[in-house]
């Protein structure tokens, strides 16, 4: 066993990547042997100061002599600027990037791929390895996001430190580069099948660990039932009836650049389907920060989720589930509920692993909805017997050497 505190570096992105690792940061936090540091990239940096977790950001991985590197990255920066990113953060991101361009391909190339690509270009891989030389963790913990978290796991198998990716999806998309090599020497899968899969596609099977996601142990919390029967009183439902969950997007177009059906058109057919059942209402749950229904819009058979509550709440609420692409669909499949997607296809592809039935046009949603298929979660297999939280710190404690979570 270790003699000295395991130093674990933990980093990610803002979003649901964030969300998998506030937990296990929290955790791991509490171990006396064990010594966090935490870094947020973009919006994850304000998200775990919010929690009340010690985080650095970008300028952490600054040096002294970037200085030039971070004047050019001013004459370089996108604007307008995320509203939770600062403007330091954001141009030390720039420099960072700007500065490993140069270094791999010199300095007229960097300033044509740059010109093309912007900061899809940047791997800073050169500027991960000389913080794990000046910070000499022992781990180092990410999620599987592109560049930056990338750049980092390469950067750590470079200088030879352990590192272990902790995944939340089925990672179909990202498996060119999870599978490629140079990536982590450990990966964590939420379920059985997608382990299944990266092995299929490359990734040592023996390095892959089936945890599930620390991001959905807070669903099977047994407080939200009150909570659920509550939000149901609220919107006056006695338990004959049925309440169908619209997950709202909170962008016109998905990550792969899918325009989402229009409001108005959802709304429209959410009431029709209403009228046709009356034994059915139907509740909208829009993104908190992100509101795309109008205050003023009628909603005759239905209600938009009142401020505060959560999606857990929601979900344990409804009977079943509405949406295009979102995790929320993931999320009513793992507690049971019938979920129907719309033009989901591969992406996520719920449908393939039989959590969800995808009809290609919202006119055939209907008929989809009222058949009410339950979930496959044999086909899955989700680990439920243990939160994943306890399951991903007690790998990091297990493959740092050090006595398993208290």
């Not at 009183?233 to 338990?239: A, E, G, P, T």
Request: with cysteine; hydrophobic share 40%; proline share 7%.
């Amino acid at each position: 066993m270790r003699r000295h505190p395991l130093k674990v570096l933990i980093a990610c992105y803002g979003g649901g990547h964030v969300q998998s690792l506030l937990p296990v940061v929290r955790q791991l936090s509490g171990q006396p042997d064990v010594s966090v540091t935490v870094i947020g990239f973009t919006t994850a940096l304000a998200t775990f100061r919010n929690a009340g977790i010690q985080a650095a950001g970008y300028s952490s991985l600054l040096d002294a002599d970037d200085a030039a590197w971070l004047s050019l990255a001013q004459t370089c920066i996108e604007r307008p600027l995320h509203p939770e990113v600062s403007e330091q953060e954001s141009v030390a991101y720039y420099a960072l990037g700007l500065r490993d361009l140069h270094i791999d391909h010199g300095a007229d190339k960097a300033r044509e791929i740059f010109a093309r690509d912007g900061r899809k270009a940047f791997m800073p891989v050169h500027a991960m390895r000389r913080h794990l030389r000046r910070s000499t963790p022992d781990l180092v913990v990410a999620t599987t996001s592109p560049r930056s978290e990338l750049a980092l796991l390469r950067a750590a198998r470079l200088e030879g430190i352990e590192s272990l990716a902790v995944s939340d999806l089925f990672l179909q998309h990202e498996s060119s580069y999870i599978c490629a090599p140079g990536y982590a020497n450990h990966l964590t899968v939420m379920a059985a099948a997608v382990g299944d899969d990266m092995a299929r596609r490359g990734f040592p099977a023996e390095h892959i660990h089936v945890t599930g996601s620390p991001a959905f142990d807070s669903l099977f919390d047994g407080s939200h039932a009150g909570a659920a029967a509550a939000l149901r009183r609220r919107l006056d439902m006695d338990d004959q009836q049925k309440l169908l969950l619209w997950a709202c997007p909170s962008a016109p177009v998905s990550l792969i650049g899918k325009p989402f059906i229009e409001t108005a058109s959802m709304i429209a057919f959410l009431e029709a389907y209403c009228e046709t059942w009356p034994d059915t209402r139907y509740l909208i749950r829009q993104h908190p920060s992100k509101p795309v229904v109008a205050p003023e819009t009628p909603l005759r058979r239905g209600s938009v989720c009142p401020p505060g509550i959560t999606i857990e709440t929601c979900l344990h609420a409804c009977d079943q589930v509405i949406l295009e692409t979102s995790t929320v669909g993931l999320q009513a499949a793992l507690l049971g509920k019938p979920v129907v997607t719309v033009g989901a296809g591969d992406y996520p592809p719920y449908a393939a692993y039989g959590l969800a039935v995808d009809v290609p046009v919202l006119a055939e949603a209907g008929s989809a909805l009222r058949r009410m298929t339950s979930p496959d979660l044999v086909r899955l297999a989700y680990p439920l017997q243990e939160r994943a939280t306890d399951r991903v710190c007690r790998l990091v404690c297990e493959l740092g050497g050090v006595d398993g979570v208290n």
